[in-house]
């Protein structure tokens, strides 16, 4: 349960009394039973359970699914370090200090730690643990497993750890229940949150087994579920721990109902769409619009014993689009990068392939208040004229958009225009090849390991071709894919960022110059632009919501100028579609779809449709490796 989760508990004894006393910050505020960018929380101490999740929900039964990509494989048990390709649902194995209220921005809420209480000076916050808490083996989680938590991920960790608690200074235990976090800097707004949804490990467990190897030995957690059996690269299957500590808790009173969730793992969605319509696995969210649009026609889903539906989805939609390496020389032109935008031609795209379904992507922070329209506001104006580093006049004048075409999927406009991009930024057109000054033939790679993904690409290689651009699709296998994006040997990639409602210190991650060559950041486009920097940490920096609004419009402003993308497209909801086994509380969080955590089986349901599809005999028929 990766998330951010609070400590605190009240000292019996008085000579614990006594040592809070004399080891608390100085000026510390109250301890409290959560935490938040801004300090507001909806939850008042005494709450009894998320008003999202029912608390009177049964347990039991299985809940199966398709990887939430879709389609890839797995073989490793390790999520937490850069090597290896790790199953998903890892997170289900580990608490954390706090927990995420998904119906708040940013809220956290008491689990490992019972409160937290922050240093009025903002360098410091301290958890106080439940005595109660305990690892799947029986054996107490204390201060001293928090901190062998902290002091490795951010020695041996994935890269991504190491910055986001570069801010971090140590954490130490107090007593066995009480753990300080202390930070250096101004730009510590969101670190208490970030250290309370840190995966607890247990140090005795790592004494005796490697942290930073890839490993298919099922790891020690505190968390509700345990690992049952898998299939490398096919299967898992987790198994909800009757012994869990943290049942009763506020946060997960009438969460965590399934007794197992299986994760499926498929080669390709068309695969993975078949399996789904035989009744193999439970749930899946389709991703593919033509899919959507065409497939979900079968004979169980008109009869109503599969459903599919829209969920809305009010977060930031993310920043999904083909990325550029600028790592390499002939995207370094941001006039290159910007012919490349001008050849994609969204409207055809969207209407001949995804049936109408989408929008197009804009900004960074699509579906989201963050999101730069316009001119930029005076407070934009301001902040850009402090800044002290220089501003791309771009980012200056109305925030950058897609080009807009014809719907032709040849707009001739448009393809003159980026034509003359490439002139201007030396890359000619000699006998129909695009060249540079060298003679050198402009070629790009679009990497992918998705069949399906390929439709959409090669109409944009016809255009880039038209420019006199050598473009081509190159097909890898899932793992190789991976492994060349952690190296950046790419030229062109589709990822998407999911983006926070309260944006914070992954932003450095993503476009920070400081990840632009930490080999497995997300900073996959290598951006390094100084004022980017700049604005990332005004963003981090921001006391309101407020000022962060307004230093995240001028960050995005200056990102779409740099032309590090060619945008996608997006939609403000998920498409889902399961088979009618399961009953789920009349509240969705707001900034979740609350599936795994909260739906439960309803067994007259299950009874019907598993009898129709005798599904008793095939829900788990792939050979099982055993832990």
């Keep these: 349960m990766v998330g951010p989760s609070a400590l605190f508990i009240k000292a019996w004894a008085s000579a614990l009394l006594v040592l809070a006393l004399l080891t608390a910050p100085v000026g510390a505020s109250e301890p409290k039973h959560g935490l938040s960018a801004f300090g507001d929380l909806g939850y008042p101490a005494d709450f009894d359970h998320f008003a999202y999740a029912n608390p009177d929900a049964p347990k039991g039964g299985d809940f199966s699914m398709v990887g939430w990509g879709g389609v890839g494989t797995f073989n490793s048990l390790n999520t937490y370090i850069l090597k290896g390709d790790a199953a998903e649902g890892l997170e289900l194995l580990f608490d954390t200090l706090m927990t995420r209220a998904t119906d708040e921005p940013d809220a956290v809420y008491g689990l490992v730690a019972s409160s937290a209480e922050l240093g009025d000076d903002g360098l410091s916050v301290t958890f106080h643990l439940r005595p109660e808490a305990r690892f799947s083996d029986g054996s107490q989680l204390t201060a001293d497993d928090v901190v062998y938590s902290f002091d490795t991920l951010k020695e041996k960790g994935h890269p991504i750890y190491r910055q986001t608690l570069r801010d971090v200074l140590k954490a130490e235990a107090l007593d066995p229940e009480t753990v300080r976090y202390t930070f250096k800097g101004d730009l510590v707004r969101d670190l208490p949150l970030t250290v309370s949804g840190l995966p607890i490990f247990s140090k005795a467990y790592y004494a005796t087994h490697k942290f930073d190897k890839t490993t298919l030995d099922p790891p020690l957690g505190s ?12 299967t898992i299957v987790y ?12 946060v997960n009173r009438g969460r965590w109902n399934f ?44 009869a109503g014993r599969a459903r599919k539906e829209i969920l809305p989805d009010e977060t930031p939609s993310g920043t999904q689009g083909f990325f550029i390496n600028t790592r390499r020389d002939k995207f370094k032109d941001p006039r290159v990068r910007e012919a490349l935008g001008l050849a994609f031609d969204f409207e055809w795209t ?26 930029p506001s005076a407070q934009e104006r301001a902040l850009f004229e402090g800044l002290g580093v220089d501003v791309p006049e771009a980012a200056l004048v109305a925030a950058n958009l897609p080009p807009k075409s014809d719907g032709s999927g040849r707009d001739r406009k448009l393809l003159l225009k980026a034509s003359k991009l490439l002139d201007d930024a030396g890359w000619t057109v000699k006998n129909r090849v695009r060249v540079n000054a060298k003679g050198e033939p402009f070629t790009i790679e679009f990497l992918t390991f998705e069949p399906t993904f390929e439709r959409v690409i090669a109409p944009y290689v016809t255009s880039l071709k038209l420019l006199g651009i050598d473009a081509r699709i190159r097909k890898v296998d899932p793992a190789q894919y991976q492994q060349r994006l952690k190296n950046f040997d790419f030229d062109i990639i589709t990822q998407r960022y999911v983006m926070r409602n309260t944006p914070g210190v992954e932003l450095r991650s ?7 060559n930490i080999n497995g950041s997300l900073n996959l486009a290598g951006i390094a632009d100084p004022a980017v920097d700049a604005l990332i940490e005004r963003v981090v ?46 509240t969705k969080p707001r900034f979740d779809r609350g599936i795994l955590d909260t739906w439960w089986l309803n067994e007259p349901r299950a009874k019907t449709v598993d009898g129709i599809l005798g599904l008793s005999s095939i829900r788990f028929t792939r050979e099982p490796r055993k832990p």
């Design 223 to 234: 968390g509700p579920y345990l690992i049952d059996h898998m299939a490398q690269g096919r």
């Design 239 to 250: 198994r909800r721990n009757p012994d869990y500590w943290g049942r009763d808790l506020p």
């Design 259 to 302: 007794d197992k969730i299986r994760i499926e793992y498929f080669r390709d969605r068309t695969a993975g769409m078949e399996a789904f319509k035989a009744g193999f696995y439970d749930f899946r969210e389709e991703f593919t619009s033509k899919v959507w649009a065409t497939e979900y026609d079968f004979s169980a889903l008109l």
């Design 350 to 375: 969207n209407r001949n392939m995804f049936y109408g379904l989408y929008n197009r992507t804009e900004s960074f922070f699509e579906n989201s208040p963050m999101e730069a329209a316009g001119e």
């Design 510 to 516: 993503y476009f920070g110059s400081a990840a632009a």
């Design 541 to 586: 920096a921001a006391k309101n919501r407020e000022d962060m609004t307004t230093a995240a419009r001028a960050l995005d402003r200056v990102l779409r100028a740099g032309h590090y993308w060619v945008p996608h497209w997006y939609k403000a909801s998920n498409s889902i579609a399961y088979w009618d086994r399961f009953s789920r509380p009349k």
